[in-house]
């Protein structure tokens, strides 16, 4: 027992999830959430909203034998959910902490990280806004995180979620490229030796322009070939097709400390693809309406990191 005791404490576990649409039932003044509040299109209802919770906490508690130290969350809407989520769920002894940030982002989704504080000290944290370029929505604002962890390592931590590519990837590529630059010339104001994170869903593959302006910094797609423990090839299915959108950044001191990282594949986050075939993240909502029993349409990005 005290065996696997120390194994476990020998690694700092990071964890990243798109939620899809983790959203209450009540409408968010100025927020374009009607979808989701009582008798809306989505068909939400309190039971599965409560079920949409202790769905997302089963999948969190499935990624590792451990206990995630952190958690990376997208398409989390309000400090209400993350309180539910942290205080009230199958996640409610779990002793997670969590910040999040509240963007002007026009359907009202944030990002948010939970964390330990038994494994990570919070030191100060920040958000960064991002100025919208021509034909550009409000976006999610980025959470920063400075911390220190048992290890004795500080941290630097940026939690994104670029916008999407529903007008096509070539029409909103400028607007990706906008939330890199802020993402850059933040990390440019650190000092050139820190330790830095950078995690969530870019809206992007492994070559796109945005994140080779990422890795232009220096910073290490460790994500890059990540596969599923049961071999599924992406954190998100289009088509029949397995990419990733989830990405994990790191800079080089920090990445040569990466011990594992792979897709939380469990069979229960699966379902048949009937349109493709062989089988794609079990997600909340198809056209609208709600999948009973459903997880997020994304698939859990898992990251272990050796500490010293």
Same mark, same amino acid.
């Given at each position: 027992?005290?065996?696997?005791?120390?194994?476990?404490?020998?690694?700092?576990?990071?964890?990243?999830?798109?939620?899809?649409?983790?959203?209450?039932?009540?409408?968010?003044?100025?927020?374009?959430?009607?979808?989701?509040?009582?008798?809306?299109?989505?068909?939400?209802?309190?039971?599965?909203?409560?079920?949409?919770?202790?769905?997302?906490?089963?999948?969190?508690?499935?990624?590792?034998?451990?206990?995630?130290?952190?958690?990376?969350?997208?398409?989390?809407?309000?400090?209400?959910?993350?309180?539910?989520?942290?205080?009230?769920?199958?996640?409610?002894?779990?002793?997670?902490?969590?910040?999040?940030?509240?963007?002007? @982002?026009?359907?009202?989704?944030?990002?948010? !990280?939970?964390? =330990?504080?038994? +494994?990570?000290?919070?030191?100060?944290? *920040? %958000? #960064?806004?991002?100025?919208?370029?021509?034909?550009?929505?409000?976006?999610?604002?980025?959470?920063?995180?400075?911390?220190?962890?048992?290890?004795?390592?500080?941290?630097?931590?940026?939690?994104?979620?670029?916008?999407?590519?529903?007008?096509?990837?070539?029409?909103?590529?400028?607007?990706?490229?906008?939330?890199?630059?802020?993402?850059?010339?933040?990390?440019?104001?650190?000092?050139?030796?820190?330790?830095?994170?950078?995690?969530?869903?870019?809206?992007?593959?492994?070559?796109?322009?945005?994140?080779?302006?990422?890795?232009?910094?220096?910073?290490?797609?460790?994500?890059?070939?990540?596969?599923?423990?049961?071999?599924?090839?992406?954190?998100?299915?289009?088509?029949?097709?397995?990419?990733?959108? @989830?990405?994990?950044?790191?800079?080089?001191? !920090?990445?040569? =400390?990466?011990? +594992?990282?792979?897709?939380?594949?469990? *069979? %229960? #986050?699966?379902?048949?693809?009937?349109?493709?075939?062989?089988?794609?993240?079990?997600?909340?909502?198809?056209?609208?309406?709600?999948?009973?029993?459903?997880?997020?349409?994304?698939?859990?990005?898992?990251?272990?990191?050796?500490?010293?």
């Amino acid at each position: 027992m005290l065996a696997a005791l120390i194994f476990l404490s020998s690694f700092l576990t990071l964890v990243e999830l798109n939620c899809e649409n983790l959203f209450d039932t009540r409408h968010d003044v100025g927020k374009e959430d009607k979808d989701f509040v009582e008798g809306g299109s989505r068909h939400w209802t309190t039971a599965r909203y409560w079920q949409k919770l202790n769905s997302i906490g089963k999948e969190i508690l499935s990624c590792s034998d451990e206990l995630p130290d952190m958690v990376a969350l997208c398409e989390v809407e309000n400090d209400t959910v993350l309180h539910d989520l942290t205080r009230r769920s199958l996640l409610r002894n779990a002793g997670y902490e969590y910040l999040m940030t509240e963007s002007p @982002d026009l359907r009202g989704i944030d990002v948010a !990280l939970l964390y =330990r504080p038994s +494994t990570l000290s919070v030191l100060c944290y *920040d %958000f #960064l806004s991002v100025p919208p370029c021509t034909g550009m929505n409000s976006t999610r604002d980025i959470l920063y995180v400075k911390g220190l962890t048992l290890s004795h390592d500080t941290i630097h931590i940026f939690v994104v979620h670029a916008p999407s590519r529903t007008s096509g990837e070539l029409a909103t590529r400028p607007f990706r490229m906008t939330v890199a630059n802020v993402v850059c010339e933040a990390i440019e104001q650190l000092h050139e030796d820190a330790k830095i994170i950078l995690v969530g869903d870019f809206n992007d593959y492994v070559n796109s322009p945005a994140l080779k302006r990422y890795e232009s910094l220096g910073l290490i797609n460790v994500s890059k070939n990540a596969k599923g423990r049961h071999g599924v090839g992406g954190t998100y299915r289009y088509k029949g097709y397995w990419q990733s959108l @989830d990405h994990i950044f790191m800079s080089p001191s !920090l990445s040569e =400390r990466v011990d +594992t990282v792979y897709i939380n594949d469990a *069979d %229960f #986050l699966l379902e048949k693809d009937d349109d493709y075939g062989c089988h794609r993240p079990f997600r909340t909502f198809n056209n609208k309406r709600t999948k009973r029993g459903g997880f997020s349409d994304h698939l859990p990005l898992v990251v272990r990191i050796r500490k010293k």
